[in-house]
């Protein structure tokens, strides 16, 4: 299984950018996919996930109200539509899937595949 990220980029406080992963490789099943981010000097942190069955989202409270994520069955792909950006939501955002389990998952450990990463960066 293949995560592919993309969208990142340089914007301004107060732009919007929408990521994009998109899953590849042999079928597997999912249950729930998720972006994190990381910022220099600070540990990997859950930014929001979809259940990919029932499309029930979660998201931090940092970017509540400001981010949106959402999924394509079709296409294997899931979005993160990040509006309002803030300086502080600078960082590398990966996408990850689990392949099984109920809920949202909201932890590390609960993401069973993971993508290499797309730089966000938000200049002030």
């Known amino acids: 299984v293949q995560l592919l990220e993309s969208g990142g980029g340089l914007v301004q406080a107060g732009g919007s950018l929408r990521l994009s992963c998109v899953a590849s490789?042999?079928?597997?099943?999912?249950?729930?996919m998720g972006w994190f981010r990381q910022a220099p000097g600070k540990e990997r942190e859950f930014v929001a996930t979809?259940?990919?069955?029932?499309?029930?989202?979660y998201y931090a409270d940092s970017v509540k109200g400001r981010f949106t994520i959402s999924r394509d069955n079709a296409k294997n792909a899931v979005y993160l539509q990040m509006s309002s950006l803030k300086p502080e939501d600078t960082a590398v955002y990966y996408c990850?899937?689990?392949?099984?389990?109920?809920?949202?998952?909201?932890?590390?450990?609960?993401?069973?595949?993971w993508g290499q990463g797309t730089q966000v960066t938000v200049s002030s």
């Open positions: 979809i259940n990919w069955s029932s499309g029930l989202t």
């Open positions: 990850a899937t689990r392949s099984s389990g109920l809920g949202v998952p909201r932890t590390n450990s609960q993401y069973d595949y």
């Open positions: 490789g042999r079928t597997f099943s999912r249950s729930a």
